[in-house]
């Protein structure tokens, strides 16, 4: 028998070796998955320390605009950014008056960050609504709806504040004391026809300020501009060329009495109506109550015209207010009442003959209340006599 190469050899010995050593593994590596389990079990028992949850909370801010002042010099900040940032601050508004069926729409705009509201009176039926004001944000095509109340009325301002719930808003930059001029470019923002609410959408006009300081009784200091206003544009804000608010929308030329103009009540009024508005007292007394053979004749002269009077009542008594016209086949004189926080106490009351254009109110306590005289409608014919009456207003113990 030939002999192997010593190299043979020593692989035929570890081959043996191998066989006598195999028989042994699988028993080894039972032992050692068996360890692993236990390892395992053992640590999952093990007590875990509570987990942590964190208690910081990360609240969103939002940048405010700032106010921007017109700097000699500066170049004009493009449309495009301003109402992209302006309207932000802008909201929507549907109010039911109780005299209508239809609602009134309108626009407004946030003062402040906690959500108070400047908007026109005629916009929330000078208070005389049924059911809620439904007020609503505006982004994109949606309505993010707000509930609010009303903090107080101007009726003869056309001015109304309202207080929406929630913060963070952004206000609108306001310039309390505006420089204009006849010729200044101004531009308006407001939900305009937006008369239903699957379609509210922000629309943008500009123009010319093309007079000042007019007066159509009771406004005072209108301000007269050529961007054209569309009926749910009332409440919208009037902005000079730098985005800064100088005045508030309120009514348009709608009987062609002349070329088509717009108007805005100017921020000196608009100044005046918040100083008593937001700490709700009613403005300054300007009607001393009078005896009877005092009667001096006042005048409506348009369709708009309302008149105001604010008398101090000494205690709970009734107020007997009279306004005779002088012809009653062209005025039906109507009456409201506005308590001492500027809020509606007695909505729209036709004066008629049979109770010879007297009304009497129940006075609640000792205050400052707001008469305001009005028409139900107005005429075309007797122009010089269109709503002339007499005013008596009394109180009775």
Request: proline content about 8%; glycine content about 6%; charged content about 20%.
């Amino acid at each position: 028998m030939p002999k192997l190469p010593n190299s043979q050899k020593t692989n035929t010995s570890i081959q043996k070796t191998v066989r006598k050593i195999q028989p042994q593994i699988p028993l080894i590596l039972v032992v050692m998955m068996a360890m692993a389990l236990i390892g395992i079990a053992l640590w999952n028992a093990r007590p875990k320390p509570a987990p942590i949850i964190p208690t910081a909370t990360i609240e969103p801010t939002i940048t405010p605009i700032p106010t921007r002042e017109i700097v000699a010099g500066a170049t004009p900040i493009p449309y495009e950014e301003l109402t992209r940032d302006l309207e932000r601050s802008l909201v929507w508004i549907e109010s039911t008056p109780r005299t209508r069926f239809a609602p009134e729409h309108g626009t407004g705009v946030i003062l402040s960050a906690d959500g108070l509201v400047l908007t026109n009176a005629h916009v929330i039926s000078f208070g005389d609504i049924s059911g809620e004001i439904r007020v609503a944000l505006v982004v994109g095509s949606r309505l993010i709806e707000r509930q609010v109340e009303i903090i107080g009325i101007a009726p003869c301002e056309d001015l109304a504040l309202l207080d929406m719930v929630g913060e963070d808003y952004i206000p609108i930059p306001i310039n309390p004391d505006p420089s204009i001029g006849l010729g200044t470019e101004i531009f308006i923002l407001g939900y305009g026809q937006s008369t239903l609410s699957s379609n509210v959408s922000i629309g943008f006009a500009r123009g010319e300020i093309s007079r000042t300081l007019v007066t159509f009784s009771p406004y005072q200091a209108l301000i007269e501009h050529t961007a054209e206003l569309l009926p749910s544009d009332s409440g919208s804000p009037l902005f000079n060329r730098m985005g800064e608010m100088i005045g508030m929308n309120t009514l348009m030329d709608v009987q062609g009495r002349g070329r088509r103009a717009s108007y805005a009540i100017a921020q000196s009024r608009i100044q005046t109506a918040l100083a008593y508005l937001q700490i709700q007292e009613p403005p300054s007394v300007n009607y001393e109550l009078g005896a009877d053979d005092d009667m001096p004749i006042y005048r409506l002269t348009d369709y708009f015209d309302r008149h105001c009077y604010t008398s101090h009542i000494r205690e709970a008594s009734t107020l007997l207010v009279s306004a005779p016209p002088q012809e009653s086949h062209l005025f039906s004189p109507m009456v409201s009442v506005y308590d001492a926080k500027n809020q509606l106490m007695v909505s729209p009351t036709r004066l008629t003959s049979e109770a010879n254009y007297t009304t009497a109110i129940a006075i609640p306590t000792a205050g400052s209340y707001t008469v305001v005289i009005g028409r139900e409608s107005t005429t075309t014919s007797g122009a010089d006599k269109l709503g002339d009456y007499t005013l008596s207003i009394r109180q009775e113990n």
